[in-house]
């Protein structure tokens, strides 16, 4: 059983950055991959970025590539995802997760509790 907790969302305005943060109960370094999903009111839930903790390969949805950037800081044992150049339809709430890949697509097995983002045009 892996807790993620996470921290940073809150409300901008369009064009504005902001950092999210995740904290897993266990060293990061154990979880193969973690990632960063986003459930909009009225849409499903999608995958926005995972990052494998073995090799650093990153991947991202295309709606955010360019915008947002997945990182890891092992010291601090934390996860990160960054988002500039916010858009309103980036207002979402977004959850941390550690899974793994099966058969090239990856998984989440536990998920944190979400954090809302919302930005104001």
């Known amino acids: 059983q892996v807790q993620l907790v996470e921290s940073g969302g809150g409300f901008v305005q369009a064009g504005e950055s902001l950092r999210l943060a995740c904290r897993p109960s266990v060293g990061i370094t154990r979880i193969w991959i973690m990632g960063w999903y986003r459930q909009a009111p009225g849409k499903q839930r999608e995958l926005v970025s995972f990052i494998r903790n073995d090799n650093g390969l990153t991947r991202y949805t295309d709606s955010v590539k360019g915008r947002f950037t997945i990182s890891r800081d092992i010291a601090n044992n934390t996860l990160y995802l960054e988002l500039n150049s916010l858009e309103p339809d980036d207002t979402a709430v977004y959850y941390c997760?550690?899974?793994?890949?099966?058969?090239?697509?990856?998984?989440?097995?536990?998920w944190g509790q979400g954090t809302q983002v919302t930005v104001s045009s």
């Open positions: 997760t550690s899974g793994l890949l099966d058969r090239g697509e990856y998984q989440p097995k536990f």
